[in-house]
Nanobody, 129 residues
């Protein structure tokens, strides 16, 4: 599985960006995918995740309402729409994928970066204040 993130850039506070993550290398019905971000000097943190089949989504509480994760299964592409961007959203954004667990799991599973097997290269998002 290969993941290619794109769509980052420089935007003013209050603006919007849409990130894309193109996936290749296999069928993804049994996968979940997510976005994480990492600011300089900080831990990589969970942003959002989506189950590829069925489209159930999970969000970091602090980002609900501003960020929206979605997927286009026909294009094997995941998106992250980011609105009302703030300076503190500045980070490298990574997309990642993991195999679905055999049983239902809660938010804590999908927000745990150790559950993700495949990672994209990251795309820089810079929000000027």
């Amino acid at each position: 599985v290969q993941l290619q993130a794109s769509g980052g850039g420089l935007v003013q506070a209050g603006g919007s960006l849409r990130l894309s993550c193109a996936a290749s290398g296999g069928g993804f019905d049994n996968y979940f995918m997510g976005w994480f971000r990492q600011a300089p000097g900080l831990e990589r943190e969970f942003v959002a995740a989506i189950r590829w089949s069925g489209g159930r989504t999970y969000y970091a509480d602090s980002l609900k309402g501003r960020f929206t994760i979605s997927s286009d299964n026909a294009k094997n592409t995941m998106y992250l729409q980011m609105n009302s961007l703030k300076h503190e959203d500045t980070a490298v954004y990574y997309c990642a994928a993991g195999s679905l667990p055999g049983i239902h799991r809660s938010f804590s599973y999908y927000s745990d970066k150790s559950r993700y097997t495949y990672w994209g290269q990251g795309t820089q998002v810079t929000v000027s204040s």
